[in-house]
């Protein structure tokens, strides 16, 4: 207990000496220190994003969720390419009487 003690007094007593060398010596000491804490706290929040959010898990929703998207594909418009272009497809159409 005697060694962990001692190491953490040789830490907080580097910190002070460094502090009390200049402003720019307790900003790098700050981050330094900061960073393992951030590091830490990313892998902790990327780790729950992953679990809560899989891709799969259909049955969260309810049935009725999925009739309603089915009905607004069919109501929408179709917009993938077609293999003819629409210069083609304007051809078909009659023409108006001017």
Do not use: Y
């Amino acid at each position: 207990m005697e060694k962990i003690s001692a190491f953490f007094n040789s830490i907080w007593n580097t910190i002070l000496v460094k502090h009390q060398e200049g402003l720019f010596n307790t900003i790098c000491l700050g981050i330094l220190l900061g960073l393992p804490l951030l590091v830490v706290l990313t892998l902790i929040f990327i780790c729950c994003h992953c679990c809560w959010s899989r891709p799969g898990q259909g049955s969260r929703q309810p049935e009725a969720n999925k009739k309603k998207k089915k009905k607004k594909k069919k109501d929408e418009e179709d917009l993938w390419i077609s293999a003819q272009p629409k210069l083609l497809q304007m051809e078909k159409r009659p023409s108006l009487p001017v």
